[in-house]
């Protein structure tokens, strides 16, 4: 396997708003306006007309932007959530958990409120979720029947709550899930290490598990040495120097207690693509990201351009104003939203040519968390992160590592998330009244809980009076790298095309089998991106 982590070229940080753009203001220019009255007063219905515009800022998104800007094409991405810039007072993120209005998003689709049973306890839910304050926060829970969905909302996307990881699938799990038109040696030589170079990747240093924060780490570490599996220095996203700011205090502690996943993290340690690649993407003066920018609808018309709807909000999450962005090129890059998007432009007609392949292929990665009870050592509190240590069994179907958690107390509990590979995918499909649900059984991932549950209970005999307490079975489980849904090679070509249409994207998690085999997601979907684009860019650069 290609170890090349080191980084030496391609998106530097670059920490605001203003800095990115050279202090610069940039506001398209609308192409016509008119006045609608509504219930909450006045908005301004406009349009705006583009080039190319690019739906959501995580990674997919992020590196769409980058390519596109780097080959001098203009670009407008927009974003639903707000801007998140690490500044010098350490306070941009709320902690977690946390009552702090800015931690979780909430509006009509979103609640962290699961779906009830029966027509009162339906009410009942409703009244509830009408009642919870709107917000344009951090932290997307989206409750679906028998599972609950966790994203990020941001400039950044899902990289501004995620743990960081950038772990490499094995070749096996590999081929097993993605078509055969993607070489795993071509990634593993070309695509992982540039993805590994520009996402600013690094290995967890040895000389951090020897610090008091790292205790839980260490026992992991050590555990995971002596059960005689597979164990790996997990290779990372953060700026380890930070880190080390952190524990001699210098710079705001937050890894080194525990936040730094489900929140954003106050240090500016994690890398998160705003200030990589789509940093560097704005500082080149041909990309604009438009945040408080919630995507409606997406259609085609008689001219064969197409329309974006959107919302721009306030910090509340109130709708101000209505715009529509017209544009010659469009990428879907939204996560877990765009096979939403893509569904309901077919359903509805707007876009009808759509493959039927749309919504299928959703998966959770085999995500399952199982917790470590251990008596004999304390392990601190709380738990510096992020992870340092992975485990995978033999054939690289199932992986675990400790995800160190921000426990008050030192309560002798080792956090363990694994990934493995689920035996069904589920679809998301179109409901009476308009709206999207997915289809999915807890049971889909019967055979990956299975696996990393066994890994789990092997690596807790070597930790001192350690044993498994929780076994991922709850009635809805939590998906943190929800993927899937506009699966490359079904719903598009080889490249991200989407059957159908010309012009017409996808550059996400939702290019995703369902599943990343066995590791976290985001180093496969960058390389799966970037490899769409060597192939694409041309379709941007050419005359339209």
């Not at 769409?64 to 993120?93: H, Q």
């Not at 919504?359 to 917790?371: C, V």
């Not at 069904?424 to 999207?436: E, I, K, L, P, V």
Request: charged share 20%.
């Amino acid at each position: 396997m290609n170890d090349d982590t080191s980084y030496d070229g391609g998106p530097q940080a670059i920490d605001t708003p203003e800095q990115v753009m050279g202090g610069r203001s940039v506001v398209a220019g609308a192409v016509g306006s008119t006045a609608l009255s509504h219930a909450g007063g006045t908005r301004t219905e406009r349009e705006e007309r583009h080039g190319v515009v690019i739906i959501g800022s995580g990674v997919g998104g992020s590196i769409a932007a980058f390519r596109l800007a780097e080959a001098g094409v203009e670009n407008v991405v927009l974003e639903r959530g707000r801007r998140w810039p690490v500044t010098p007072a350490g306070d941009t993120f709320p902690a977690f958990p946390s009552p702090d209005r800015r931690l979780v998003w909430l509006d009509d689709d979103s609640t962290p409120l699961p779906p009830a049973r029966g027509p009162l306890l339906s009410l009942l839910r409703r009244a509830l979720a009408a009642a919870l304050p709107r917000s344009t926060g951090l932290l997307d829970v989206n409750a679906q029947e028998g599972v609950v969905i966790l994203s990020g909302a941001g400039v950044g996307g899902g990289t501004l709550i995620y743990g960081g990881v950038l772990a490499q699938p094995r070749p096996g799990p590999f081929r097993q899930l993605f078509p055969a038109e993607l070489d795993y040696d071509e990634f593993d030589r070309v695509y992982y290490p540039r993805a590994r170079k520009r996402l600013v990747a690094a290995p967890f240093p040895d000389d951090l598990l020897t610090r008091t924060p790292y205790d839980s780490n260490r026992l992991w570490s050590l555990a995971a040495q002596r059960s005689g599996l597979s164990a790996e220095t997990i290779v990372s996203n953060y700026d380890f120097a930070t880190v080390r700011g952190e524990l001699d205090g210098t710079k705001t502690a937050a890894t080194v207690i525990g936040q730094y996943h489900f929140t954003g993290c106050n240090s500016g340690a994690k890398m998160s693509v705003d200030r990589t690649y789509l940093a560097r993407a704005e500082a080149s003066g041909k990309t604009t990201v438009r945040a408080l920018h919630r995507v409606t609808h997406v259609a085609q018309d008689h001219k064969g351009l197409y329309r974006v709807s959107v919302e721009r909000l306030d910090e509340s999450g109130t709708a101000v104003e209505r715009l529509v962005f017209v544009c010659d090129r469009l990428i879907l890059a939204a996560g877990v939203h765009t096979p939403r998007i893509l569904l309901t432009a077919r359903e509805t007609g707007a876009l009808p040519r759509l493959h039927e392949s749309i919504g299928k292929g959703w998966g959770s990665n085999g995500d399952h968390l199982t917790i470590i009870r251990t008596s004999l050592v304390p392990v601190g509190a709380p738990q510096g992160g992020p992870p340092a240590v992975l485990v995978r069994n033999a054939d690289g179907t199932a992986g675990v590592m400790h995800s160190p958690m921000p426990f008050p107390v030192g309560s002798g509990l080792l956090a363990c998330l694994g990934m493995g590979i689920s035996d069904h995918f589920g679809q998301w499909t179109m409901t009476a009244d308009g709206r999207t649900k997915l289809n999915w059984k807890a049971e889909y991932d019967a055979t990956a809980r299975q696996a990393v549950n066994g890994l789990v209970r092997h690596v807790a005999r070597y930790v001192p009076g350690g044993r498994p307490v929780m076994s991922s079975k709850p009635t809805h489980p939590v998906v943190a790298h929800p993927v899937g849904g506009v699966v490359l090679g079904r719903s598009t070509d080889a490249y991200g095309r989407l059957r159908g249409y010309s012009g017409l994207y996808c550059l996400d998690g939702s290019l995703m089998p369902g599943s990343t085999a066995a590791v976290n997601p985001v180093l496969t979907i960058a390389a799966v991106v970037e490899r769409c684009l060597d192939e694409i860019i041309t379709d941007f650069t050419r005359a339209w």
